[in-house]
Structure formats: structure tokens, C-alpha cells
């Protein structure tokens, strides 16, 4: 699919900002046929055969009747947004009540790292690291989950806020997606990252 790339996104040399984010229902189509799929990972900048000249999602599709997961899709080739993963997880206050389900150490599953990281994960410090390089820590303790992003050289930020979590899935070999309480009187903040490398448990005393 990608070396039918239909149209270029950048401007000048540079890229704007992704369109879709993991979780959208998108209806796209290859110049040929038309098609519905969720979007699993977003690359920024595309994959390597793209050049960095437009953005690409891998996207979740039925074609000749069977499940199939379309790499490297140019973002041009997506026609329309259908609905976002928050839309169907019917807002945030249901969003929310989903979470609390997971607040105590029963609701807990022990922590793997294939699985990446999500509500069930028990109490303790974990990091991810993603294919552009960025790197994260989640605290957790009971109720309260904490985001903080890290630098290339794993040190904390010095302007680095930890932002509380709503929700969150991080599974490696897929895009992270977080839902983030604002900072100040802000809105919800929804932050997609690039494709998670790997995710670990760290110890801090």
C-alpha cells in the first residue's frame, strides 16, 4: 500500500500535526476500493518508504471478508472520521466510572510486561519507551495514576508536571493511548504517542 502514496502532506518541508488519532473508525480507501477500520498505530512522518513526507496509520480492516491489519496507510488516503474511541466509550464521566472499577487491589492482575500497562495494573513505578525515542513513567497508587514524560537521557524534566490519568491502554507493538486530566482549567487532554517499544517495571526507594 505505501508505494501507491496519492498526495503529500508536507508544506515547505514540514509536517502539520496528525488528523487521526489510535481508536478513530476512519472510512479510507486505496484509489480503487472504498473501506472502515479503527486505526491501531499512528506513525508521525510516516513509515520509512514515505520519507517523511506525510503521516501513515496501520488500520484495522475486513477486506475479502477477513480481519486485517493495512500497514502503512498515507493520511491522505483517509476519507472521514466515523466516531473516536472516546465517543464510543460514551464520554468521559462513563470513562471515569470504568476506571474506578479498577481502584482497589482486588480489581488488580499482575503486571506482564507483554501486556504493557492499563487500568488492572497493581500499585508500583513502571516506563515505556516508544519508537521515536520518547520515554514516560507511570506511578501508581491505588486510585491515582501519574504521566510523566522523560528525556532522551531518562532524566526528569525540569519542567516536567506529573499529570494525573483517566485511562490508559499501553501495549507494546501499539501506539499508547492515555486520557489525561487537564492542567489548570484546561479540557481532558487525549495523548496518543508513537508505537510502544517496550514497558518495564522500575524501583525507586
Known sequence: FAKKLLGVVAVNGKLGPMLYKVGDIVNWSDGTEKHVGEIIIADFGGSLEMLGEQHSYDIRSVLNGKPTLVKHIPE????????????????????????????????????????GLNMATPDGYYE??????????????????????KNATAAMRQDGAAIEIIYMEIIPGRSGYL???????GEVTTRL?????????????
Not at 506511578?139 to 514524560?149: D, E, M, P, S, Y
Not at 504517542?193 to 526507594?205: A, H
Open 193 to 205: 504517542t508513537s508505537q510502544v517499544v517496550r514497558v518495564w517495571r522500575i524501583e525507586i526507594s
Open 128 to 149: 515505556f519507551e516508544t519508537y521515536s525515542g520518547s520515554r514516560y513513567q507511570v506511578a501508581i497508587h491505588g486510585k491515582n495514576r501519574q504521566l510523566i514524560r
Open 76 to 115: 491522505a488516503w483517509i476519507k472521514q472520521r466515523l466516531s473516536t474511541k472516546l465517543e464510543r466509550q460514551k464520554g468521559l464521566e462513563e470513562l471515569r466510572a470504568k476506571a474506578a472499577q479498577f481502584d482497589d487491589d482486588a480489581s488488580r492482575t499482575e503486571f506482564d510486561p507483554e501486556d
Open 179 to 185: 486520557v489525561l486530566e487537564p492542567l489548570g482549567e
